[in-house]
């Protein structure tokens, strides 16, 4: 399962920050890593230099096998509570996707 991940110019996307992520994804997915070939997530700040609320966004795109793709996005008021929610997302529609397939 490879992981990529992409930001914004308003998001700092430092090494810390991707390791962080491919770290948590691997965790929390680790039971679906041989049905997904990848995994993208896309993270940016909808109103840029403007403060506001819930203006971070995540996007987590799965990739399964044979599948086409499975996107979730999520807002917040900051980078990692967009993650963690779009993280909560992409694994319920995982598990949703996989028992449904799995019971035909």
Avoid: W
């Amino acid at each position: 399962m490879t992981v990529q991940i992409n930001t914004d110019n308003n998001v700092e996307g430092n090494a810390r920050l991707k390791a962080y992520i491919s770290d948590e994804l691997g965790t929390t997915l680790a039971r679906f890593e041989d049905k997904i070939t990848r995994l993208e997530v896309h993270l940016g700040d909808e109103n840029s230099d403007k403060s506001g609320v819930n203006d971070k966004r995540c996007l987590i795109e799965a990739r399964p096998i044979n599948m086409q793709p499975l996107a979730v996005t999520n807002y917040a008021d900051t980078t990692e509570k967009a993650f963690h929610g779009a993280l909560d997302k992409i694994k319920k529609v995982l598990e949703t996707t996989f028992e449904k397939k799995k019971t035909y």
